[in-house]
């Protein structure tokens, strides 16, 4: 697989973490965005990065296990992420001043939309792919791409404040059944 592939490789398994990354990033506060972007960018990245490699070192053995569940994983996960950040948009604020990120909605942000890359490493370790450059391409290209589109759904959540956190819950439950109905139906 040469260089290009890899890079347009890395592009497609991002869309997820793109997705999701505009969808927090327009329910962020203004202090701390770049803050936030680095964070997500950093987990997408690694997480993104690091399924392809157990995805090669599992070979073909569990393909088929993985491939039967992984949408159903996805598609719990942003679904129960959705419906909770619908549930905080409807509370009552104190404050308005919202707390860091907790590392838990993070890691399970990152896993969801990871899962589709174990996957693909199951596919690099039948085409003999260097796997530490694929997943390297694939981390950097993730962490570019969410580290911009929190800024971009910053921006976005300006226009729509007062709906963006009740947005991005809708926006991360319909990938979570956009994953799942491509799996089953496609």
Not at 33 to 50: D, E, P, R, T
Not at 106 to 120: E, G, K, P, R
Not at 125 to 142: E, G, P, Q, R, Y
Request: with cysteine; charged share 15%; aromatic share 10%.
């Amino acid at each position: 697989m040469d260089l290009l592939s890899l890079i347009f490789t890395g592009i497609g398994l991002a869309m997820d973490a793109s997705a999701v990354s505009i969808a927090k990033g327009m329910s962020l506060p203004n202090e701390k965005i770049k803050n936030y972007a680095l964070k997500l960018g950093l987990a997408f990245g690694i997480f993104q990065g690091l399924m392809p490699l157990i995805g090669y070192l599992a070979g073909s053995t569990f393909s088929g296990y993985i491939q039967s569940v992984d949408h159903w994983v996805a598609f719990i996960l942003l679904a129960l992420i959705g419906l909770n950040m619908i549930k905080e948009s409807r509370e009552e604020k104190e404050n308005e001043e919202v707390s860091d990120l907790p590392l838990k909605v993070i890691l399970l942000l990152a896993i969801a939309t990871s899962i589709d890359a174990l996957a693909v490493g199951v596919s690099f370790a039948f085409l003999k792919v260097n796997i530490v450059l694929a997943c390297s391409i694939i981390a950097v290209v993730t962490f570019i791409l969410s580290f911009i589109c929190v800024m971009v759904g910053k921006r976005l959540g300006s226009l729509f404040q007062k709906y963006a956190e009740i947005f991005g819950g809708i926006i991360l439950m319909m990938i979570g059944a956009k994953i799942l109905i491509e799996h089953l139906f496609l």
